[in-house]
């Protein structure tokens, strides 16, 4: 059973495109978060949301709670966000986290 | 900037050995964190690691593994005898408090033979 969905799972777009990447989940929760995977395999966390939306340069983050579901819009995309995309969410009864199966982004020049 | 780091980055045992990966936290940190990503797969909870004992873990921690802040600055996750499929990246993170972001380490690459 997969607590967290993402959407899509690959995605290729043209440098400068706006992109959109989907994350459902189906427990509640406490936090989401949005973590980026570089090729070589390192993890950075990109946004931690609870409620509403956020912001950090060409990145958007936003949550629906009642609709149980995220996204995560890169605006003017370029090569270098080419990477995995990971949604992940801690579970409101616990310390627990599930994690999406990831979008894989590609950005061509 | 400060950052979560992990050593060794790549470990090769024999099924059956015990190995123990370390991370050095974020020093003012207090939640600690270990995820497993088997190599094509996604990423899994481990553990969660707080005031010096377990907060949560998942199905997957059985026995075989354990973990332990042996001093103020290292965490260390321990598995008492590999098998194959603990082959996998190990990554360690740490959060300043339950609600905040994490910092990730590097990984560490388990490799079982």
């Known amino acids: 059973k997969n607590e967290v969905e993402q959407s899509p799972q690959n995605l290729t777009a043209q440098e400068g495109e706006f992109i959109t990447i989907n994350c459902s989940y189906s427990v509640g929760i406490s936090a989401l978060h949005w973590l980026q995977q570089h090729p070589g395999g390192g993890i950075v966390s990109l946004f931690m949301l609870s409620s509403g939306k956020k912001k950090h340069g060409r990145l958007i983050a936003t949550i629906n709670i009642q609709e149980k579901h995220s996204s995560l819009h890169i605006t003017a995309s370029h090569p270098r966000d080419s990477a995995v995309y990971i949604c992940a969410v801690r579970s409101d009864t616990g310390n627990q986290f599930y994690f999406g199966t990831g979008t894989s982004l590609t950005v061509i020049p | ?113």
């Open chain 2, 1 to 113: 900037e400060p950052e979560v780091t992990q050593t060794p980055s790549h470990q090769v045992t024999q099924m059956g050995q015990e190995v123990i990966l370390r991370c050095v936290p974020i020093s003012n940190h207090l939640y600690f964190y270990w995820y497993r990503q088997i190599l094509g797969q996604k990423v899994e909870f481990l553990v969660s690691f707080y005031n010096n004992e377990i907060s949560e873990k998942s199905e997957i921690f059985d026995d075989q593994f354990s973990v332990e802040r042996p001093d103020g600055s290292n965490f260390t996750l321990k598995i008492r005898s590999t098998k194959l499929e603990d082959s996998a990246m190990y990554f360690c993170a740490s959060s300043e408090d339950r609600p905040y972001e994490q910092y990730f380490g590097p990984g560490t690459r388990l490799t079982v033979t």
